[in-house]
Nanobody
């Protein structure tokens, strides 16, 4: 069973920063892509950022230039550095892993709240 454990959420003022972490229970080399999604109250879950096995990142337009996704293969961990946070970034952030078997897994989510 693949497990994803997120951490790093919290309450921050607008303009502040947070770093989310997602630790996996399997080797990163068995994962095709890992991503961060978020879901705000009353809204659909949306993609924030994704990083491929080769390390290529892609971002939602709303976070480009502010968020950075990275991976540490030795620690089986993916990070999301979030800078210049805005109140509209408030959401539950979920880690996602698409592994080479074709299966996808989700973490339990971590709350990010940005106050104005």
């Amino acid at each position: 069973q693949v497990q994803l454990v997120e951490s790093g959420g919290g309450l921050v003022q607008a303009g502040g920063s947070l770093r989310l972490s997602c630790a996996t229970s399997i080797s990163m080399f068995t994962i095709n892509a890992m991503g961060w999604y978020r879901q705000a109250p009353g809204k659909q879950r949306e993609l924030v950022a994704v990083i491929t096995r080769r390390g290529s990142p892609n971002y939602a337009d709303s976070v480009k230039g502010r968020f950075t996704i990275s991976r540490d293969n030795a620690k089986n961990t993916v990070y999301l550095q979030m800078n210049s946070l805005k109140p509209e970034d408030t959401a539950v952030y979920y880690c996602n892993a698409n592994i080479i078997s074709g299966d996808a897994y989700w973490g339990q989510g971590t709350q990010v709240t940005v106050s104005s």
